[in-house]
C-alpha cells in the first residue's frame, strides 16, 4: 500500500524509513509490556493484549486507509497454498529432527524428501503460471533480491540469538520478565534512532553502501557476543544490541530497494514476498540456529544422574532438575545422620548440574552468535554484489 499510495519515490524511500521505524517502536514496547503482564498475570496475557490493539487497527484501517488494488489479479491458487504450508512444515520438522537425533534420522530423512518435493513443485507451479501465488519471478530483478536477502538473513540471525539471550537473560543471570525487557531495549532504540535517516543516508553515499553496510555492522554485534570473555556479563550484551539495532536500520533501506525494482501493479506481490522473507527466516533462525545451540548446549553437558533426559533437552528442564536434587538433598539430611551424607551428595550434584548447565547454554549463545555473525557477512557480501552500484532510491522503477 505505502508503494501505491505514495508514487514519489524519494518520499517514499523516507516513508518506509518510518514505517521501520514504528516497527522499532513496536519491538522496543513489547518485551516491556509482556513483562509487566507476565509479572501479574499468566502467558495468556502476552496474547490477549493484542486483540484490542488488532481492533482498533482494523477500525483504523477501515476508514483510514484507501482501497489498493492489482489491476489485474489472478485467481487464488489452492494447491500451491497447500504446497508451501506442506514443504516449510515439513522441512522445518527435518531440521529439528536432525539436530535432536543426528543426520541418521528415519523421520527426518523422510520430511526432508517431502519437503523437498512439495517445495519444488511449489516453485515449479509459480514459475510456470501467468498468475502466480508468489511471484518469483520478481528475483531476477538484482535490486529485489538483494533487498529479500537482507531480510532474510536478518531474520534468521535475529530469530534464534534474540530468543536466546532473552532465556540467558532470565534463567542465567535471574532476571526478571520486566528486567529482561528493559535490558532487551538498546536494539530497539538503537533501530529507531538508525531508521529514519536511512535513506537520507543511501542518499548521500549510495543505497549499495548503507543496505551492505547495515548487515556488516548487525554482524559486527554478534560476533561481540561471539568474543566476549566468559562469563559473560550484561555490558558485551548491552553493547551488540546496541550494534545490532544500528544495522537493522537497513532494513528500511532493505524495503525501499525492493520496491524501487518492482512495478506499481507487482507491489503487492513484493510486499508479500518480503514479509514472507521474515516469517521464513524467523522459522528457520529457530529450527537452524536453534538447533546447532541445543547441540552444543547437550554436548557440554555431563550429566547422567536422574532424569538425566530432561535436563539435557533444555536449560529450564536441567535447572527444576538440580532443584528437585536439592530439595530431595534436604529431605534425607532432614531423616537424620544415617542419610545425611547421602543427601549431601545430592544437594551437591544438583548445584553441579545447575552450573555447568548455565556455562553450556552460556556457550552455546556464544558460537550461534559467531554463526549469526558469519551469515550476515555473507549476506552482507550477497547483497554488495546484487545491487547496482548506481541504485538512486529518489528514481522510478525502470
Known amino acids: 500500500m505505502i508503494r501505491n499510495l505514495f508514487p514519489d519515490p524519494g518520499e517514499r524511500a523516507k516513508v518506509l524509513g518510518l514505517w521501520s521505524a514504528m516497527a522499532a517502536v513496536g519491538a522496543a514496547l513489547g518485551p516491556i509490556l509482556a513483562g509487566l503482564l507476565l ?97 518469483l ?24 540469538v534474540l530468543l536466546l539471550l532473552a532465556r540467558w537473560m532470565q534463567l542465567v543471570r535471574g532476571y526478571s520478565p520486566l528486567e529482561t ?51 559473560l556479563d550484561y555490558w558485551p550484551v548491552a553493547g551488540a544490541l546496541t550494534l545490532i539495532g544500528i544495522g537493522n536500520g537497513a532494513l528500511a533501506i532493505a524495503a525501499a530497494v525492493i520496491m524501487s525494482g518492482t512495478p506499481a501493479a507487482k507491489s503487492g506481490s513484493a510486499a508479500a514476498i518480503e514479509e514472507t522473507s521474515y516469517d521464513i527466516g524467523g522459522a528457520l533462525g529457530v529450527a537452524v540456529l536453534g538447533s546447532v545451540a541445543a547441540a552444543v548446549y547437550r554436548g557440554g553437558l555431563d550429566y547422567d544422574g536422574p532424569a538425566a533426559g530432561v535436563a539435557r533437552e533444555s536449560l529450564g528442564g536441567a535447572i527444576d532438575v538440580a532443584r528437585e536434587l536439592g530439595a530431595e538433598g534436604a529431605r534425607l539430611g532432614a531423616e537424620g545422620a544415617r542419610l545425611g551424607a547421602e543427601g549431601f551428595q545430592l544437594s551437591a550434584e544438583g548445584v553441579r548440574l545447575a552450573e555447568q548447565a548455565m556455562a553450556a547454554f552460556t556457550h552455546s549463545l556464544a558460537l550461534t552468535s559467531g554463526a549469526g555473525a558469519a551469515l550476515m557477512l555473507a549476506g552482507a557480501v550477497l547483497v554488495w554484489l546484487l545491487t547496482p552500484r548506481g541504485l538512486d532510491l529518489s528514481a522510478g522503477h525502470r
Open 39 to 135: 509479572e501479574r498475570f499468566t502467558w495468556h496475557a502476552a496474547f490477549l493484549v493484542n486483540v484490542p490493539v488488532m481492533a482498533a487497527a482494523i477500525g483504523a484501517g477501515l476508514v483510514l486507509l484507501p482501497e489498493s488494488r492489482n489491476p489485474s489479479p489472478g485467481r487464488w491458487d489452492a494447491l500451491a497454498t497447500v504446497l508451501s504450508m506442506t514443504g516449510m512444515v515439513t522441512l522445518v520438522y527435518a531440521v529439528k529432527t536432525f539436530g535432536k537425533y543426528g543426520p541418521a534420522s528415519a523421520g527426518a530423512l523422510l520430511a526432508t524428501a517431502v519437503a523437498a518435493v512439495t517445495l519444488g513443485w511449489f516453485v515449479l507451479r509459480c514459475l510456470r503460471r501467468p498468475d502466480p501465488l508468489l511471484g
Open 181 to 231: 525487557g528493559v535490558r532487551l531495549l538498546p536494539a530497539a532504540l538503537a533501530a529507531l534512532a538508525a531508521s529514519p535517516p536511512a535513506p537520507s543516508l543511501a542518499a548521500r553515499i549510495g543505497a549499495r553502501t548503507v543496505l551492505a553496510g547495515g548487515l556488516a555492522v548487525t554482524a559486527a554485534g554478534f560476533l561481540l557476543l561471539f568474543l566476549a570473555p566468559a562469563p
Open 137 to 160: 519471478r520478481l528475483f531476477r530483478s538484482g535490486p529485489f533480491s538483494a533487498g529479500v536477502t537482507t531480510a532474510l538473513t536478518t531474520a534468521i540471525a535475529m530469530g534464534a
